[in-house]
């Protein structure tokens, strides 16, 4: 696990178990394997996208699955991350 702090960062970037604190990530791949999570503190995203692989894309795949209204387990996946709910 890695502490990047007060840097612009580019290009791919495994967040797994790292730490972000005061981070521009400017044109970057922030790709997440499903490991620890990362933390962030104070960081901009410019142009920045996210790409979930193995254990985390599996996982992405099977919230995506429970979501739709007629599984009628939507708000089963709500509940999960209720700090997305307006």
């Known amino acids: 696990m890695a502490e990047f702090k007060n840097q612009t960062l580019s290009g791919e ?8 604190l005061n981070i521009d990530f400017n044109d970057a791949v922030l790709t997440y ?6 933390s ?8 920045a996208r996210f790409t ?3 254990s985390a894309s599996n996982t992405l ?4 699955a429970m979501a739709p209204a007629e599984t009628n387990m939507r708000s089963i ?3 999960l991350m ?3 709910q307006p």
């Open 77 to 79: 996946v709500l509940g």
């Open 33 to 38: 394997d499903g490991g620890a999570p990362p």
């Open 61 to 64: 795949m099977f919230l995506r």
């Open 82 to 84: 209720p700090e997305l």
């Open 40 to 47: 962030f503190s104070n960081c901009r995203f410019n142009t």
């Open 13 to 20: 970037i495994t967040l797994d178990g790292n730490t972000f």
């Open 52 to 54: 979930f692989r193995e």
